[in-house]
């Protein structure tokens, strides 16, 4: 690597955004989040402190996520994020316009993909390469992903789950599903507000599927205290939740999962259809970390799933590793604008 290149891998995601550089890892782990003030129309913080914002702001200042399921919905609000996360990347060197690779869902437009690229040349990167989440989470899962073999990928995040069937360093047979994490706190929170008549926000649903939450039934049953606001009084008041009850609310949710994983398997060439049966399905992404998952999707396809080591990290270190050997995955992935 010359003085003059940096080199930055982001995985912009629907919930988190990773950012790696080669030689030093994942630098920054943040969410996806922007606050900005009415008024002005001036963005006031990025990342963790907007995080903090959501669901506590007075009315002229709005938290929101710039990327709707996976895809940027926010042009302005994107480019802010990523030129904030690049500066802070760079710290010091940032004079110098470095590569940036972000990863986008397997099932994104030209269109969209122009958007990001578009984003991040605004935002300050010299040149912007675009990877679809799969590779990149296979290359990160360290799954050798040139070789004539099939591997499935299943990479849950916060607004997609993207399952894609990988060889020969490319995609074979792929989909993308707008239902991931994002959606299970929806679940959750519609459940609470049906048998509690307990009104809870994002952020304590979010607790509740990390604290209690499965994919299957538990005989041992984990039990969490939520609060939140009663839907008749008005009066904030807690309840005692248990897992069975929360793999009852996400139920649907997670048919729909399975749903898109059992979709690839039907449309995948036979030959490759056994290679998956010998691998194993490999999940990452930070929603595929709900306890019991691998288990469900073994139970309802057949196939063993297993969980990739760091799920979370798998797309940001892929970015890292293709960035760090741009020449061997040029050719199989990258697609300049």
Known sequence: MSFFTRKIGIDLGTANTLVFVPGRGIVLNEPSVVAVSESENKILAVGLEAKEMIGKTPDNIIAYRPMKDGVIADYRVTEAMLRYYISKALGKWNFIRPEVMIS??????????RAVIEAAVKAGAKNAFVVKEPILAAIGAGISIQE??????????????????????GIV????????????DAGIIDYMKKHYNLMVGDKTAEDIKIGVGSAIPMDEELIMSVKGRDCLSG?????EV???????????????????????LQETPPELASDIIDQGITMTGGSSQLRNLPELVFRRTGVKAKLAENALFCVAMGTGIALEHLETYKKTVISKR
């Not at 248990?242 to 690839?264: C, F, P, S, W, Y």
């Open 235 to 239: 009066l904030p008041r807690s309840v």
């Open 242 to 264: 248990k897992t069975n009850e929360i793999v009852r609310a996400i139920g649907k949710e997670l048919r729909e999962m399975i749903q898109a994983i059992k979709d690839v």
């Open 148 to 169: 004539p073999l099939g591997h499935m990928i299943v990479d849950v995040g916060g607004g997609t789950t993207d399952v894609a069937v990988i060889s020969l360093g």
């Open 104 to 113: 986008v869902p397997a099932g994104v437009t030209s269109t969209e993909r």
């Open 173 to 184: 047979a792929s989909t993308s599903v707008k239902c991931a994490g994002n959606r299970i």
